[in-house]
């Protein structure tokens, strides 16, 4: 089992001034700690889960962006782009930006999106759930054809109800065939739109979660998708604690998941511009975990 890191809180001691080099301290312990991935919220507001909506938030791109630049090995994604927060051909173009800078290390995260609030607030759309899923899965075509994952041929048109593209053309291509992520466990659309497109399922470790997988296999069995090419992911918040008292039920856990078929768990790990915690997963987490 691999393991990421998400950082979505920025509210650290030396603020907006030392954001930059406090970051890059996070994003280069992650990598020399051994997480697989490492992933930025896709928000302009903080969320409540970690303080009020005037907290520090980063754009999540440009901060992509910044952190390609101060790693070399680590994979680039956000957990998970709102898809009404950008055209689908923008998106894509970002995203491709993102692999061709970073040496071939990007990841598409994206979802039907949630936070309404921050959307007003800020004059983003953000039309019903019923429009948003369906945008979302001309998204996730429109991004596909601009992978070169569906067609060799650059620069098809598309048409669909809500995006027009007359050439989907998008150059330089990738360097590699940039693996698609759908965050979010809906069981009727969410799971169905995993099987028809995406290379990764992103769950939650909740009681639910086995429910959750006999559900995605349902809906691949009704598309013909081959359930096990499917890389399961779940969001899985770890302390270790500042002694390392809770590795082993961390551990325990994640042999628990491994067994039910997950392959990459993704935390949001406390304290984390402290770097300790960072540096007590990697030697004592993230081996062992590699094992499961």
Not at 17 to 37: I, K, P, S
Not at 123 to 146: K, N, Q, V
Not at 159 to 174: D, E, M, V
Not at 260 to 275: F, N, R, S, Y
Request: with cysteine; charged share 25%; glycine share 8%.
């Amino acid at each position: 089992m691999k393991i990421g890191l998400h950082v979505s809180d920025f509210d650290w001691p030396g603020g907006a001034q030392t954001l930059a080099t406090d970051l890059q301290r996070v994003a280069t312990a992650a990598e020399d700690a051994g997480f697989a991935r490492l992933s930025v919220a896709d928000h302009l507001w903080q969320i409540e889960a970690n303080g009020a909506p005037e907290a520090p938030m980063l754009e999540a791109y440009t901060t992509l962006g910044f952190l390609a630049a101060c790693t070399t090995r680590v994979e680039l994604l956000t957990w998970v782009t709102a898809v009404t927060y950008r055209e689908p051909a923008m998106l894509a173009k970002c995203v491709t930006t993102l692999d061709v800078l970073s040496g071939g290390r990007a990841w598409l995260g994206i979802g039907a999106g949630w936070y309404e609030e921050e959307a007003r607030g800020l004059g983003l759309s953000f039309p019903p759930l019923t429009e948003r899923f369906e945008r979302l899965e001309e998204a996730l075509r429109i991004c596909r054809l601009m992978f070169g994952h569906d067609t060799a041929q650059p620069g098809v048109e598309f048409h669909g109800k809500h995006h027009q593209l007359g050439r989907t053309l998008n150059s330089p291509p990738p360097l590699r065939r940039i693996p698609v992520m759908i965050g979010g466990g809906g069981e009727k659309r969410t799971l169905r739109l995993v099987a028809l497109y995406a290379d990764a399922c992103n769950l939650f470790a909740t009681p639910d979660l086995e429910h959750k997988l006999d559900v995605l296999r349902e809906h691949c069995e009704a598309v013909s998708r081959d359930y096990d090419d499917i890389e399961k992911t779940v969001v899985l918040p770890i302390d270790p604690g500042s002694r390392g008292e809770n590795v082993e039920p961390i551990l325990k856990e994640l042999q628990r998941l491994a067994g039910l078929g997950i392959t990459h768990a993704h935390t949001k790990v406390p304290h984390v511009d402290e770097i300790a915690p960072l540096e007590l997963l990697g030697d004592r987490i993230i081996p062992e975990a590699a094992q499961f």
